[in-house]
T-cell receptor, first 116, second 114 residues
Framework: GAVVSQHPSWVICKSGTSVKIECRSL??????MFWYRQFPKQSLMLMAT?????????EQGVEKDKFLINHASLTLSTLTVTSAHPEDSSFYIC????????????FGPGTRLTVT | AQSVSQHNHHVILSEAASLELGCNYS??????LFWYVQYPGQHLQLLLK??????LVKGIKGFEAEFIKSKFSFNLRKPSVQWSDTAEYFC????????????FGGGTRVLVKP
């Protein structure tokens, strides 16, 4: 089946620093990748959608200058949380879909970000 | 805009009991429906999905769901749960009108007592 990985799985950073999270599709070409945020005991909230080679489309209320998304290749998308603050602490999950997958999204294992 | 509601936030039951989790969605057009499971410490996994055809969908691990268009519902069922079914379950809907984006329900935490 289609496999999506994320790195790192867990990161702690100091307030004011930036953190980059990688999302990779291991065995398929991901034409579209999605980034979600999941607060404790809550559901997944879509942050943005990125198509390979295009600018990401952000959901309402998501600051695009704070959450920089790059989808430069068909197997890699990155989310950079810039000038992180404690309220950015959350679980970030990516998913990917591609041609021949009936637009089904395959989810990565998530990255837990803690900002101190 | 599409939205999804899951009626139960927490469910506690004993092994061998039957499970039914409710899911209702708001969008009236053509939709694709999904149930995902998230085991403790693990990533989301697809349990089953409905695109078209037979409204009774069978998924992995003995789960099934029934799409009732008139009720905008897609309830998840399992006749006899096991301790290993302890997890969080998410219903999700996708439609072309919403740009093929997945909208998730709030999730239901299921605890199966041995």
């Amino acid at each position: 089946g289609a496999v999506v990985s994320q790195h790192p799985s867990w990161v702690i950073c100091k307030s004011g620093t930036s953190v980059k999270i990688e999302c990779r599709s291991l065995d398929f070409q991901a034409t579209t990748m999605f980034w979600y945020r999941q607060f404790p005991k809550q559901s997944l909230m879509l942050m943005a959608t990125s198509n390979e080679g295009s600018k990401a489309t952000y959901e309402q209320g998501v600051e695009k200058d704070k959450f920089l998304i790059n989808h430069a290749s068909l197997t890699l998308s990155t989310l950079t949380v810039t000038s992180a603050h404690p309220e950015d602490s959350s679980f970030y999950i990516c998913s990917a879909t591609g041609q021949g997958l009936s637009y089904e999204q395959y989810f990565g294992p998530g990255t837990r970000l803690t900002v101190t | 805009a599409q939205s999804v509601s899951q009626h139960n936030h927490h469910v506690i039951l004993s092994e061998a009991a039957s499970l039914e989790l409710g899911c209702n969605y708001s969008y009236g057009g053509t939709v694709n429906l999904f149930w995902y499971v998230q085991y403790p410490g693990q990533h989301l996994q697809l349990l089953l999905k409905y695109f078209s055809g037979d409204p009774l969908v069978k998924g992995i691990k003995g789960f099934e769901a029934e799409f009732i268009k008139s009720k905008f519902s897609f309830n998840l069922r399992k006749p006899s749960v096991q301790w290993s079914d302890t997890a969080e379950y998410f219903c999700a809907v996708r439609s072309k009108a919403a740009g093929n984006k997945l909208t998730f329900g709030g999730g239901t935490r299921v605890l199966v007592k041995p």
